[in-house]
Structures are given as structure tokens and as C-alpha cells.
């Protein structure tokens, strides 16, 4: 499994967005990149995943430039509900030994 | 669509006492995970399944068992309670195995070991 360096903690306000930047140098050919986000008391929640380029949902944004060697999630205007820990995750299929590292804390305040 | 069901949420144990989480999925997923995470930190695989009958160890299997009887089923086993083992434990299932899969998790099992 590629390993993947994220900022430990992120403070924000209500209506900013916020940008996570994962960096994975040694991303393999095959590898997919995946996040997930974890609310306190409850199992991680997968929220995105791409291979490259740009990818979109109704919770987030996925960017991943040519050399894949980081990716940035972007939520856009945070709400106090969206504070969380978002976890990095990057392998390929077959890759199911997971372990996800201590992610990012996100809090967003009033 | 119940998804991940674990069960008990909250259990306080002895040292030397055993016990079973229960972990149910109604996805018919064939893979199935147990973490476990500590305080403060992020999920380590503890054993995985990629279907009925086939199970191995992931990153800390020391002092679990698992089983793998049906599809739906994945119970994590404590034989000799250890605080060590005081974590939160999550099970989690997926239609395949990697990370082009997104992994649906249960709410999780508090264990205290006293």
C-alpha cells in the first residue's frame, strides 16, 4: 500500500471551504485513491474516490493532478456538522488490508 | 437496509474473561473487515474474510479469532481479556476487496477491559 502524509488537525468557520491535501509519492499505476470521513462515535463513512483528474459529489471534491502524487479534498462551505476526521486512504483492488492512519480532524466553528 | 449491525455497542470486561462481537451484514457483501481504534487514533485491521469460509489476519491479530460460517456473519472473538484489548472495535463489509471499493462500516463496540 502506498503510504499517505495528511495534516494532523484543520480549523475553519462556518460557510469557508475547506481543502485536505494527501501526499502519496510512491502512488502505484493501479492505485485509486479513497476518503472517508469519521463523525465521533461512529464508523469511517466513504465519501469519495478517484483515479485521476477531478471527480464530484453532492458531499465533496476530488482533485488529483497528472503525477498523482497528492490529492486534494475540498469540501465547500463547511457547516458545523461536517467537523470530522477525513482519512486518505490509496491502494488498488485487491489491496484489502486496510489500515487507516489518524487522518485529518476537522473542526468548523461558528 | 440495516447495512452493518455490531453488537453489543458497549461492553466492560474482566481480565482473563471472553467474549464474542457480533457483526451481521444484509448487503451480501463478501468481504468483511474487523478494526479496531484506539483513542486519538486511526483504524488497524485486526482479521479480514473474502467470503464464507475464508478468513486471515490482518495487522494485529494477537489475542482474536474469527470465523466465517455464513455470508452475512463475521464474529470477532476475545478468549483471554487483556486492557490491552480496551478499544473501540468497528466491522466492516464491501462488494470487493481494495480500495475501489467503499468499505460500509457498523457503528461500532466500545470494550473496556478492567
Known amino acids: 500500500l502506498a503510504k499517505t502524509t495528511q495534516p494532523i488537525s484543520m480549523d475553519s468557520y462556518e460557510g469557508q471551504e475547506v481543502n485536505i491535501t494527501c501526499s502519496h509519492n510512491?502512488?502505484?499505476?493501479?492505485?485509486?485513491i479513497t476518503w472517508y470521513q469519521q463523525f465521533p462515535s461512529q464508523g469511517p463513512r466513504f465519501i469519495i474516490q478517484g483515479y485521476k483528474t477531478k471527480v464530484t459529489n453532492e458531499v465533496a471534491s476530488l482533485f488529483i493532478p497528472a503525477d498523482r502524487k497528492s490529492s486534494t479534498l475540498s469540501l465547500p462551505r463547511v457547516s458545523l456538522s461536517d467537523t470530522a476526521v477525513y482519512y486518505c486512504l490509496v491502494g488498488e483492488a485487491g489491496d484489502y488490508k486496510l489500515s487507516f492512519g489518524a487522518g485529518t480532524t476537522v473542526t468548523v466553528r461558528a | 437496509n440495516a447495512g452493518v449491525t455490531q453488537t453489543p455497542k458497549f461492553r466492560i470486561l474482566k481480565i482473563g474473561q471472553s467474549m464474542t462481537l457480533q457483526c451481521t451484514q444484509d448487503?451480501?457483501?463478501?468481504?468483511m473487515y474487523w478494526y479496531r481504534q484506539d483513542p486519538g487514533m486511526g483504524l488497524k485491521l485486526i482479521y479480514y474474510s473474502v467470503g464464507a469460509g475464508i478468513t486471515d489476519k490482518g495487522e494485529v491479530p494477537n489475542g482474536y479469532n474469527v470465523s466465517r460460517s455464513t455470508t452475512e456473519d463475521f464474529p470477532l472473538r476475545l478468549e483471554l481479556a487483556a486492557p490491552s484489548q480496551t478499544s473501540v472495535y468497528f466491522c466492516a463489509s464491501s462488494s470487493g476487496g481494495g480500495t475501489n471499493y467503499g468499505y460500509t462500516f457498523g457503528s461500532g463496540t466500545r470494550l473496556t477491559v478492567v
Open positions: 448487503m451480501n457483501h463478501n468481504y
Open positions: 510512491n502512488i502505484a499505476t493501479n492505485d485509486y
